[in-house]
T-cell receptor, first 109, second 112 residues
Framework: GEDVEQSLFLSVREGDSSVINCTYTDSSSTYLYWYKQEPGAGLQLLTYIFSNMDMKQDQRLTVLLNKKDKHLSLRIADTQTGDSAIYFCAGSGANNLFFGTGTRLTVIP | DAGVTQSPTHLIKTRGQQVTLRCSPKSGHDTVSWYQQALGQGPQFIFQYYEEEERQRGNFPDRFSGHQFPNYSSELNVNALLLGDSALYLC???????????FGSGTRLTVV
């Protein structure tokens, strides 16, 4: 199966940009996803990128994909306290998703 | 438009018991997947159901079984519960275009 790795923690000040990084081992994923999980809740799909794209922008979110290095990143512009959560990157198998362990983002007011 | 709904939200069971969790997919979705999320971990794929058949299975023992009904809703059954089965169980649904799985809020299972 695919391994997906993320750093565990990230702290930023309100209004700054956050960058959450992810590396994966299986280059056959057709789509790569970013999900957000707030305490006690399920997963909310934030954005996804098709594997033949380098970048995707969606309002405050920018996803960068480096297929050569198998590296995915999520940039959140103007980070707000409501962005505090755990962020998961996930690769896609034929019928399933492979998740990292998640990055806990803490936004300091 | 209702998203994915799961029931119950919380459950406490004793070791050795059996449990059934339920999931209704998002309107228009015909595929249901189940994931187990242990505390502090990312979700792990259990299995996926499509057209009332198990289409793919992750690395979980046979104690974990499922079912999909003609209305696309699904059940996850776990037999002979172990303490290690304590986790958040997430249901995800998807349509024929296989991107953007929609997750429910999960069922928190505690085995004591």
């Amino acid at each position: 199966g695919e391994d997906v790795e993320q750093s565990l923690f990230l702290s930023v000040r309100e209004g700054d940009s956050s960058v959450i990084n992810c590396t994966y081992t299986d280059s056959s994923s057709t789509y790569l996803y970013w999900y957000k999980q707030e305490p006690g809740a399920g997963l909310q799909l934030l954005t996804y990128i098709f594997s033949n794209m380098d970048m995707k922008q969606d309002q405050r979110l920018t996803v960068l994909l480096n297929k050569k290095d198998k590296h995915l990143s999520l940039r959140i512009a103007d980070t707000q306290t409501g962005d505090s959560a755990i962020y998961f990157c996930a690769g896609s198998g034929a019928n399933n998703l492979f998740f990292g362990t998640g990055t806990r983002l803490t936004v300091i007011p | 438009d209702a998203g994915v709904t799961q029931s119950p939200t919380h459950l406490i069971k004793t070791r050795g018991q059996q449990v059934t969790l339920r999931c209704s997919p998002k309107s228009g979705h015909d595929t249901v997947s189940w994931y187990q999320q242990a505390l502090g971990q990312g979700p792990q794929f259990i299995f996926q159901y499509y057209e009332e058949e198990e289409r793919q299975r992750g690395n979980f023992p046979d104690r974990f079984s499922g079912h999909q009904f003609p209305n696309y809703s699904s059940e996850l059954n776990v037999n002979a519960l172990l303490l290690g089965d304590s986790a958040l169980y997430l249901c995800a649904s998807s349509g024929t275009v296989n991107y953007g799985y929609t997750f429910g809020s999960g069922t928190r299972l505690t085995v004591v």
